[in-house]
């Protein structure tokens, strides 16, 4: 074998994720887990008894069809209309995937080439850098900087390069919780289709937005031809486990993506594709309390935080929420993280790995609040200790 890694050069510094590095520390410890985002309720009972309903009925136990079954083909679709007002055809689309995880890789594997460049916003959900690398392209990060975590339109127009290929964003965006407004989602827009660019853009907290609206970028002129949308049902129905997820856009590239995404899980979920399809379909009420209950828990945990004496950037969507150490005298907060679950019990990751440039977000700190009320309570209850 030579001197050579074992590793792909390309994922060289990508190994063990930082999720599954706290999550084991919160095993370790007992400690509470605020780091990795994943409900500990399960979703509506009608969803889990379709899935149920599916088994039992043998729908699904078998390869389901490439893109996904048709009825959750159809059901993505109807969602896109009802919400959005966009509509697609389910046959040429609309396709599903193993969570929205694989329809980014997919995505990246299948639009990319070697020497392309990819402007993503940093902080980055971590495998946006894992998926640029192994498809060989390089990311060109576009820093969002607190308080607002808003992103610096002019910067990005000083970043393309006859290089770009695709513009990656992410809206509700993991972890800062900015939402683009409609005004930014156009602008990017235009430099889009003025520079003929890509877009690919994950949505997964689409249904979690508490101040603004979510407005999807395909919807806007120019951007239905040049725009993947990616979605999945495990962070709005809270069945994270299911891994069901879908991108959609114009028959060309969804026709790309399949291609890629045919030699990664092939297919994946059956049975569950059923439940989603009705879980699509819920009534308004759904999402309203969803978010309503989201909402709150995120001003309880909000408080707690202060109270605790981290500066809180209060996040306008998803379910997680950025803070600062440094009013707690800390200015390492990776140091921070790994010394928390001993100290206080409770288990948060720091930003700075979402970070090409670590000292970009050396003192922030990232925790869920897709918790029970009374786990947030306990955590918050635990932090209070850091103030004294």
């Not at 972890?175 to 994950?202: F, R």
């Not at 707690?328 to 409770?346: E, H, I, M, Q």
Request: glycine share 8%; hydrophobic share 40%; aromatic share 8%.
């Amino acid at each position: 074998m030579g001197g050579r890694p074992l590793l792909n050069r390309r994922l060289e510094g990508l190994g063990t994720t930082i999720f599954a590095e706290m999550s084991a520390l919160a095993m370790e410890t007992g400690a509470i887990n605020l780091g990795q985002g994943f409900p500990d309720t399960d979703g509506p009972e009608s969803v889990r008894e379709a899935a149920v309903r599916a088994l039992r009925d043998g729908r699904g136990n078998q390869y389901p069809p490439g893109p996904g079954i048709p009825e959750l083909r159809e059901a993505i679709a109807g969602h896109q209309r009802r919400f959005y007002g966009i509509d697609l055809d389910p046959d040429t689309e609309v396709l599903v995937t193993a969570g929205a995880t694989e329809a980014i890789a997919a995505t990246m594997l299948a639009l990319l080439e070697p020497g392309d460049e990819v402007i993503a916003f940093e902080p980055y959900y971590d495998s946006y850098a894992a998926c640029i690398a192994v498809a060989g392209a390089k990311r060109v990060p576009l820093t969002l900087r607190a308080p607002s975590f808003r992103p610096d339109l002019d910067e990005l127009r000083a970043k393309i390069t006859p290089k770009t290929r695709l513009l990656l964003l992410n809206t509700p965006h993991n972890p800062t919780g900015m939402v683009l407004t409609l005004e930014e989602l156009s602008a990017i827009a235009g430099l889009a289709v003025e520079h003929n660019l890509l877009v690919v853009t994950d949505e997964v907290y689409e249904h979690l937005v508490f101040e603004g609206a979510h407005h999807p970028i395909a919807a806007l002129p120019g951007m239905r031809e040049r725009t993947v949308s990616i979605s999945s049902a495990g962070k709005t129905f809270s069945f994270t486990g299911w891994k069901v997820g879908w991108a959609t856009a114009s028959p060309p590239l969804i026709a790309a993506v399949r291609t890629a995404k045919q030699y990664l899980t092939f297919v994946s979920a059956g049975p569950l594709q059923y439940a989603i399809a009705e879980a699509l379909r819920l009534p308004d009420t759904y999402f309203d309390t969803f978010r309503e209950d989201l909402h709150r828990k995120r001003d309880l945990l909000a408080d707690g935080l202060r109270t605790a004496g981290f500066e809180v950037y209060t996040p306008q969507g998803t379910y997680f929420l950025t803070t600062d150490i440094t009013p707690l005298g800390k200015k390492d907060a990776y140091n921070f993280c790994r010394s928390l679950p001993t100290r206080c019990g409770v288990v948060a990751v720091p930003v700075s790995v979402f970070y090409d440039d670590p000292d970009a977000g050396r003192t922030q700190v990232r925790f869920t609040f897709c918790k029970k009320d009374d786990v947030l309570y306990e955590a918050t209850t635990r932090l209070q200790s850091l103030a004294s």
